[in-house]
T-cell receptor, first 116, second 114 residues
Framework: AQTVTQSQPEMSVQEAETVTLSCTYD???????LFWYKQPPSRQMILVIR??????QNATENRFSVNFQKAAKSFSLKISDSQLGDAAMYFC?????????????FGTGTRLQVTL | NAGVTQTPKFRVLKTGQSMTLLCAQD?????MYWYRQDPGMGLRLIHY???????AKGEVPDGYNVSRLKKQNFLLGLESAAPSQTSVYFC?????????????FGPGTRLTVL
């Protein structure tokens, strides 16, 4: 079974600075999908960014980008120009290829604090 | 579109009581899921469904039952609630087609069992 590890329970960043949240996973599959979800205090889970393992280019969505290292099984999230609204829990998630009901395996999350 | 909705948003039960959580989606998604979220443990899959009339067990199914009589609805039942089932419950849905199959989440239900 796949496992997802987020080794940083809490992180803090100053407004306008850059922060990187780490995520590692364990799998024997060659193709899969990786996601970062944001959960603000409202509890709503919001997709931040996604990456397919076969795509070598790192995904980018505005201020959010990933560093995907397939051989190292690492999928870190970089947030640039941090804003107060970025304060939230961030979850890394893994999904096997189609045929497994698109089930997600989540990490335990990283709580990000943004300070002035 | 409302997306994924959950009813109720909050509930307090006494040990041994039963209840049903309702999830509804208006995106015509084939797949639906129920997760529970506990502090320090991320989201864990309870049950899921790949289509109307089908259900399957996830990672932590004990103490829960589900039904999917209509494509747009996925019900989660607790027959005899226990304090260990105090948690936040999330419903999600996704398309069946290939690709990212992003899961869309509901707003969650906070359940407390006394």
């Amino acid at each position: 079974a796949q496992t997802v590890t987020q080794s940083q329970p809490e992180m803090s960043v100053q407004e306008a600075e850059t922060v990187t949240l780490s995520c590692t996973y364990d799998t024997s599959e060659s193709d899969y999908y990786l996601f970062w979800y944001k959960q603000p205090p409202s509890r709503q889970m919001i997709l931040v960014i996604r990456q397919e393992a076969y795509k070598q280019q790192n995904a980018t969505e505005n201020r959010f980008s990933v560093n995907f290292q397939k051989a190292a099984k690492s999928f870190s999230l970089k947030i640039s120009d941090s804003q107060l609204g970025d304060a939230a829990m961030y979850f890394c998630a893994y999904r096997s290829p189609t045929g497994t009901a698109s089930k997600l395996t989540f990490g335990t999350g990283t709580r990000l604090q943004v300070t002035l | 579109n409302a997306g994924v909705t959950q009813t109720p948003k909050f509930r307090v039960l006494k040990t041994g009581q039963s209840m049903t959580l309702l999830c509804a989606q208006d995106m015509n998604h084939e797949y639906m899921y129920w997760y529970r979220q506990d502090p320090g443990m991320g989201l864990r899959l309870i049950h899921y469904s790949v289509g109307e009339g089908t259900t399957a067990k996830g990672e932590v199914p004990d103490g829960y039952n589900v039904s999917r009589l209509k494509k747009q609805n996925f019900l989660l039942g607790l027959e005899s609630a226990a304090p260990s089932q105090t948690s936040v419950y999330f419903c999600a849905s996704s398309h069946k087609a290939g690709g990212y199959n992003e899961q869309f989440f509901g707003p969650g239900t906070r359940l407390t069992v006394l």
